[in-house]
Every structure is written in structure tokens, then in C-alpha cells.
């Protein structure tokens, strides 16, 4: 056998695949029927670029500006495609726990406190599913939030706020 043909193989065996999300609403990491609840009910209140959730569990529509004019708390931590759209709410975190962040279409998810990104404790996305694309949890003390949305493809996007299901 060709020795370039033999290395080729080998890179291409030990090269991990990347799946793509998983499809449907039933594929996310944990149950999502709350979230996808919110998400789905007609007319969310709308809100603009800084302004303030309801109290968890909510769900709201974001007003988005393009990536290039997006005034933003902290530069997202993902680098951001030319074209994309992003913007910010705040949020009040009623009681210490689990929290979960969910948008509607594909977008990157910050959550700010004290001028610092949050750690995500776990995430996950799927396709197929109306409504509903990324979803991710935060441990969460009491007391304010920035969460910051970016990476978006049209200027709004739906996103909710709530206590995860365990």
C-alpha cells in the first residue's frame, strides 16, 4: 500500500467526527417541556437592550442590534460572524439553585455578574424543535444577572429564564 495512502487512513481513523445537534424536542440533555412552554406561548413581552426580566420562570422577546453597533456589558466570549446580531436583559435571581438559559434560534449565551462570565454547569442544543434551539444551566446565587445574547442571525430572538428541572 502507498505509504502516503496508509498515513491518510490513519489520520482520517483517529480524527474525531463532530455530530451535529440532535433532532427533536425529546433530544435535549434534560426535560425541556417548561422552557419550551414559555417559549412558545403568543405574545411575549418584548423588551429592549438592557432592560429587566419578569421573575423566573419568564419568557421574553429580545430586541437585538447588529454585532458591529451592539452596545454590550462585556465582549461576548465567542468570537462573533460579521452580520450577527446581539443585545443584553437583566435578570433577578429570586433564590439560590439551578437556572436555565434558553433561546429560541442559534446565538451564543453569556451570563454576567460582577463584571465576570458565569461558569456553565452543562449545555445543549437541538434541531427540529419549533422555537427552541440552545439551552444552558447555571448555578446561580441570589441577586442580579446580565444575560447577554450574541451571535443571533435577525434582530430579535426569544429567550426564557427559569429554575431547571432537575
Known sequence: MNPNLSLALLLIATTPAFAADPVGCDKFKWPME????????????????????????????????PIS???????????????????FVRADVPSAGLYVVTISEYGWIDVIRNDAYLKVNSFGGVTGCAGVRKSVRYELSAGPVIIQVSGAAKNTINLAFSPATR
Open 34 to 65: 417548561k422552557e419550551i412552554a414559555l417559549l412558545i406561548a403568543p405574545s411575549l413581552p418584548k423588551l429592549a437592550k438592557g432592560a429587566e426580566t419578569p421573575p423566573p420562570p419568564a419568557a421574553v422577546t429580545m430586541t437585538l442590534s
Open 69 to 87: 453597533e451592539a452596545v454590550l456589558p462585556k465582549p461576548p466570549e465567542r468570537q462573533q460572524k460579521p452580520g450577527s446580531y446581539a443585545g
